[in-house]
C-alpha cells in the first residue's frame, strides 16, 4: 500500500502521532530522575534507581489500600446478602443453606486475601 493520496499521509500522521506520544509520555512518567521533594534533577544512577523503587514502593501501597477497601466493600455487601437470605421467607431451607454457604465461602476467600 502506497501513501500517494495526502489524505492517506495525514491519516498516517495522526495514527504515528497517536502511539508515539502516549508511549514516550509513559515512559517518561516512569523513570523521571527528579526527586519528589526538592525537584532538583539528579545524575547519580543510584539516586534514580532509589527515586523508582520510591515511586514503586507509593505505587504498591496505594494499591494495598485500595485493595483492602474493596475487599472490606464487598465483605459488607455479602454481610447485607446474607442477612436478607437469612429473613427470606420464600426461600427454602436447602436453597437458604446453600447459598449461605457459597456467601460464607466468598467472605472467607475474601478476608484471606488481606
Known amino acids: 500500500m502506497t ?3 495526502p489524505k492517506l499521509r495525514i491519516a498516517a500522521v495522526i495514527v ?4 508515539a506520544i502516549p508511549t514516550a509520555a509513559w515512559a517518561r512518567v516512569d523513570y523521571n530522575p527528579r526527586t519528589p ?3 532538583a534533577v539528579t545524575t547519580s544512577t543510584t539516586k ?6 520510591e515511586v514503586v514502593a507509593d505505587r504498591l501501597a496505594r494499591l494495598k489500600v485500595a485493595g483492602a477497601a474493596a475487599i472490606d466493600r464487598r465483605v459488607g455487601d455479602i454481610d447485607r446478602v446474607h ?3 437469612e429473613g427470606s421467607q420464600r426461600m427454602t431451607d436447602a436453597h437458604k443453606k446453600a447459598t449461605l454457604a457459597l456467601l460464607d ?3 472467607t476467600g475474601l478476608e484471606d486475601l488481606k
Open 3 to 5: 501513501l500517494r493520496s
Open 16 to 19: 504515528a502521532a497517536g502511539v
Open 37 to 39: 521533594a526538592t525537584g
Open 48 to 53: 534514580v534507581g532509589a527515586h523508582i523503587d
Open 83 to 85: 442477612q436478607r437470605v
Open 105 to 107: 465461602n466468598a467472605k
